[in-house]
């Protein structure tokens, strides 16, 4: 039985408030691994209620399959997709439910949706033309940052919520907010159009570390 993570569980439900009734094939919040941030994919997956997914973001581990098959192995137990971060040869090898591409891979996105690929395809967008490349390549959702300050080393300016909710009218494809998400900005971003939210420390400070 998974533990009642009440932080994670609260920042799951806000979540599913922000995404209302917007349509996507992913759940409203996406946990997202880092190296230094939240290592660990199984353990990641232990802490996610339902209406989660994860991206495993390997960022060239050796051990990238062997770790990428455990952490399916537990979120398939759970009803919780995986997304592999950039690479569609793992998210096949590993049975992943999808592919999260980093902005400049969107060109091997569109060609392998052309290709008849079908696994759920996210990606992230820094600036508002990759909302209309993310359209022309047939992506299930775009991860929009950065959208509150953050601790990430990569994270840039914060755009805040109105920026957000105007980049969320200029596509279709539904839009999740990344950068500085934890219980209390989650709250600003209800009512923007946009379909949930994606974290990395908001969910390792929330839970306790395992022993």
């Not at 952490?71 to 049975?95: F, H, K, N, R, W």
């Amino acid at each position: 039985m998974k533990p009642p993570y009440d932080a994670v569980t609260g920042l799951a439900s806000a979540a599913a408030r922000v995404g209302g009734s917007q349509a996507c094939a992913l759940p409203p919040l996406l946990a997202l691994t880092d190296p230094q941030r939240q290592p660990d994919p199984v353990k990641l997956v232990e802490m996610l209620p339902p209406g989660s997914a994860i991206i495993y973001r390997h960022f060239g581990h050796p051990d990238r399959l062997a770790i990428a098959r455990a952490t399916v192995a537990v979120a398939s137990e759970l009803g919780i997709p995986v997304l592999v971060s950039s690479d569609l040869d793992l998210a096949y090898s590993s049975a992943a439910a999808g592919v999260h591409w980093p902005e400049r891979m969107l060109p091997a996105a569109a060609r392998a949706r052309a290709r008849g690929c079908r696994l759920l395809f996210s990606a992230s967008a820094h600036a508002p033309m990759t909302l209309l490349r993310a359209k022309q390549a047939g992506l299930d959702a775009v991860l929009v940052s950065t959208v509150f300050a953050s601790a990430s080393p990569s994270a840039g300016t914060a755009m805040g919520p109105q920026a957000l909710a105007a980049w969320a009218r200029r596509t279709p494809v539904p839009v999740y907010a990344l950068g500085g998400i934890n219980q209390k900005t989650v709250n600003r971003l209800t009512g923007l159009g946009i379909s949930g939210v994606a974290a990395v420390g908001a969910i390792r400070n929330a839970v306790p570390t395992r022993t």
